[in-house]
């Protein structure tokens, strides 16, 4: 980690903005909203998320102009090694527009490329989950700690169907699902990727794998569920690339290494 950066005061700011972000997701989900279609009928962008990213991104400006910003509705997303938040507005939009309580301001940030400090607040429910490298995870100031599950016979999956609706991604997402629904306790659909791997983090679930996510989806999630002991990888077993659009989040080392050989994989072009 730079020793230029002070992680300290970035991550107060980092929650100081996650409250401010909230909100205004929170005076805004029971009220009329102006919806705009991205790529497809299912990705889609609200008044809302266009209005958090501009808070959050000048409140981080202000503090720290050389510092770099990629951000869901901001146009490009070149990750080097310059100190850099990783942002996603509203993580769960769907859900929001029709007033799901799981969606959440995403903020992650890297140094070297390396995720070293994560903040998701869903502040509907009002949980303020945070992971810095090195000093562990929280929600609400409680320690967090995955659930340590190793079998996939023990285990509750999350996935997601994704924005791709395309024939080759809905085929290889219920193949996938085919494969391990009667391998594993159960498996569930939330629509955040951010808290669904806060959930691993938290023991509430064992394991989270998705494809076509990008890496404001993910960036958060990953030092959360680090911190509190999951194993965070590329869906095939290797170390995770946060641009690769793919994450494999699970509870123990041994339950990633068995999803790795159940799930069929699909390669998508990168955030870059």
Not at 118 to 145: E, F, H, Q, S
Not at 188 to 194: K, T
Request: with cysteine; aromatic share 6%; hydrophobic share 40%.
């Amino acid at each position: 980690m730079s020793s230029t950066v002070n992680i300290d005061a970035c991550y107060n700011l980092a929650v100081k903005l996650a409250k401010e972000a909230g909100t205004v997701i929170r005076q805004a989900i029971d009220k009329e909203k102006s919806i705009e279609i991205k790529t497809t009928n299912v990705d889609l962008v609200t008044e809302t998320d266009k209005k958090v990213e501009e808070l959050l991104k000048d409140g981080f400006i202000s503090q720290f102009p050389d510092h770099c910003f990629i951000g869901e509705e901001t146009p490009g997303c070149e990750l080097t090694d310059a100190p850099t938040w990783i942002i996603d507005p509203v993580d769960g939009t769907m859900n929001f527009v029709h007033r799901f309580p799981y969606s959440a301001v995403s903020i992650g940030f890297a140094v070297n490329k390396e995720i070293v400090l994560g903040v998701v607040y869903n502040p509907i429910l009002d949980r303020m989950y945070t992971g810095v490298k090195g000093k562990g995870a929280y929600c609400n100031g409680k320690k967090l700690k995955a659930s340590g599950v190793q079998e996939l016979s023990q285990a509750l999956i999350i996935t997601e169907f994704g924005s791709d609706r395309s024939s080759e991604n809905i085929e290889q997402l219920f193949t996938n699902v085919r494969c391990i629904v009667d391998k594993a306790h159960g498996i569930r659909m939330m629509g955040s990727a951010a808290l669904n791997m806060c959930a691993v983090a938290a023991g509430e679930a064992d394991a989270y794998f998705e494809y076509t996510i990008h890496c404001w989806d993910m960036a958060a999630g990953k030092i959360i569920a680090e911190e509190a002991g999951a194993t965070v990888i590329d869906p095939e077993g290797g170390n995770l690339d946060i641009l690769s659009r793919r994450v494999l989040c699970t509870s123990s080392a041994s339950l990633a290494k068995t999803l790795s050989k159940e799930l069929k994989h699909l390669q998508f072009p990168r955030d870059e």
